[in-house]
């Protein structure tokens, strides 16, 4: 069964600084991996995924995502945050085989300083 | 339409009480999915249909049934909840096509449930 980690549980940044939230998951064949996030108030959003092809995934409003395979991660990045950032992130995963069991990581509350 | 549509948004009921949780979709989607979220928690996946059709129990109690009347509905049916059983229950759906490359779910904004 897949499982998926994420170590920071809140992450504190002033606008403008750079960001990189860690994930990390456990699956013994191919996965599909995927950021999601959740503004305050709203639902689910997906942010970016990654399924096969360029380790570098680049989704919506900047953020882009690393798959290492050697490492079991798919840390997310930003370079630049601003205050609309603020929200919860989830990483999750998918074993290729059970492509329809996404099972979601804790989560990361991103604070961000005006 | 790309939303996936949850009522009631609120619900308090009894521990005795029997309530139903909707959910509906107009994508053409064929999976759909029940997730549960307790406050600052991730969701918990319950339940998958596919095609109409369970194809994931994630070992859920027999207080929740769910139920799939057509590709386009997915209803959750409550009876004998626990106060534990509070949380947001989150329903999602996703094109269901096995290739699982072009998977991503759609959330919708979930139903509050209190039980007392």
């Known amino acids: 069964a897949q499982s998926v980690s994420q170590h920071n549980h809140h992450v504190i940044l002033s606008e403008a600084a750079s960001l990189e939230l860690g994930c990390n998951y456990s699956y013994g064949g191919t996965v599909n991996l995927f950021w999601y996030v959740q503004y305050p108030g709203q639902h689910l959003q997906l942010l970016l995924k990654y399924f096969s092809g360029d380790p570098l995934v680049k989704g919506i409003k900047g953020f882009e995502a690393e798959f290492i395979k050697s490492k079991f991660s798919f840390n997310l990045r930003k370079p630049s945050v601003q205050w609309s950032d603020t929200a919860e992130y989830f990483c999750a995963v998918a074993g290729y085989s059970s492509a329809s069991k996404i099972i979601f990581g804790s989560g990361t509350r991103l604070s961000i300083r005006p | 339409d790309t939303e996936v549509t949850q009522t009631p948004k609120h619900l308090v009921m009894g521990m005795t009480n029997k309530k139903s949780l909707k959910c509906e979709q107009h994508?053409?989607?064929?999976?759909m999915y029940w997730y549960k979220q307790k406050a600052k928690k991730p969701p918990e996946l319950m339940f998958v249909?596919?095609?109409?059709?369970?194809?994931i129990n994630e070992s859920v109690p027999s207080r929740f049934s769910p139920e799939c009347p057509n590709s386009s509905l997915l209803n959750l049916h409550l009876h004998a909840l626990q106060p534990e059983d509070s949380a947001l229950y989150l329903c999602?759906?996703?094109?269901?096509?096995?290739?699982?490359?072009?998977?991503?779910?759609?959330f919708g904004s979930g139903t509050q449930l209190s039980v007392l």
């Open positions: 994508m053409g989607h064929r999976a």
């Open positions: 999602a759906s996703s094109s269901g096509v096995k290739t699982a490359n072009n998977e991503k779910l759609f």
């Open positions: 249909y596919s095609y109409e059709k369970l194809s």
